[in-house]
């Protein structure tokens, strides 16, 4: 069969002679290969990119509004501050709220995961215990100078890292 290509070929005076052919088929095994690697390459890229990042200890946010200034001005409030907190096993995002004395604040309370609740020791603040995809709100004024410890008071949750401090200067 072979050798009879190679006739009819020959014969046939074809435009592609065999070193041809071996060129062609050479320099498609060698683009073959290069984008192997590359494939190779980018999913390795891909493998660096998926590493999820440690968690860090501790968060702190501004609050989501600060309103109410004339009030401030007036003597009769301090600002309004409000904070989106959320509470997951076992951790609150932030877990580190600062206002100063006098502002009202105001605590949304959300929970991702779990069954939660919030607590600040000694402000008699604690909103109701919520199930996952829930949400609270609690409002109250920062009466004192103070590092005050907001915990979940679900079980031995705070034990486990569900508790964060609110700074009141
Ligand atoms: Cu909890």
Redesign the pocket.
């Known amino acids: 069969m072979l050798v009879e290509d190679e006739k009819n070929l020959k014969s046939k005076r074809s435009s592609l002679s065999p070193v041809a052919l071996l060129s062609i088929i050479g320099a498609l095994a060698v683009g073959l290969g290069i984008l192997v690697i590359l494939a190779g390459k980018g999913w390795k890229v891909i493998e660096a990119l998926d590493m999820t990042s440690p968690q860090p200890t501790n968060t702190m946010i501004q609050p989501v509004t600060e309103v109410s200034d004339n009030l401030k001005k007036e003597g009769i409030l301090g600002a309004l501050k409000s904070f989106e907190i959320d509470?997951s096993?076992?951790v609150f995002t932030p877990n580190q709220i600062m206002v100063n004395e006098g502002d009202t604040v105001q605590i949304n309370f959300t929970n991702s995961q779990?069954?939660?609740?919030f607590t600040i020791e000694g402000l008699n603040v604690q909103t109701k215990t919520i199930q996952k995809g829930e949400s609270e709100q609690v409002t109250f004024t920062a009466g004192k100078k103070g590092t005050y410890n907001f915990t979940?008071?679900?079980?031995n949750?705070?034990a486990m890292g569900?508790s964060g401090t609110l700074i009141v200067n």
């Open positions: 509470a096993n076992f779990g069954i939660h609740n979940c008071k679900v079980g949750h705070a569900m």
